[in-house]
């Protein structure tokens, strides 16, 4: 399921109208309350930016990776979690969905040509934002 910004912004803004009534009611500082707000705007920003950029794997059923020896991977979030460099974390949480969606079928094995086939994107598009990323990544080190 998609990440829905508005949907989950108006959530959030019930939430906290609800949560500062009770806080007002309880008689918690203006001030408090405000700087309770920023704390709570800026969790649920970086939040958001998880979830736009959270590359959800490719439900392709008739697809079979290809045999490898390490423990497959089904889905860009388990490779994200398991980067313990964070520089590299934030250029690959700052690169988009479909760049990420093609580094993971990369790294499961497929071909250009075989990612291209099935996602309908341009092996010359693939090339490119996969030569976008190498060059990110060259600038990182």
């Not at 700087?35 to 998880?50: C, G, I, N």
């Amino acid at each position: 399921m998609a990440y829905h910004k508005a949907k989950e912004e108006y959530k959030w803004k019930q939430w906290k109208k609800e949560e500062e009534k009770q806080l007002r009611s309880l008689g918690m500082d203006e001030e408090a309350i405000q700087e309770l707000r920023y704390s709570d705007w800026k969790d649920f920003k970086a939040e958001r930016r998880y979830q736009e950029h959270r590359a959800a794997f490719p439900q392709f059923p008739d697809w079979e990776s290809p045999a490898t020896e390490e423990q497959e991977t089904e889905d860009i979030s388990a490779v994200l979690d398991s980067i313990s460099d964070e520089g590299l974390l934030h250029i690959l949480m700052t690169t988009d969905k479909k760049t990420l969606q093609l580094l993971l079928l990369k790294m499961m094995g497929f071909s250009r040509r075989e990612i291209s086939e099935k996602t309908g994107i341009s092996i010359h598009t693939i090339n490119t934002r996969i030569k976008r990323l190498r060059k990110k990544l060259k600038n990182f080190n």
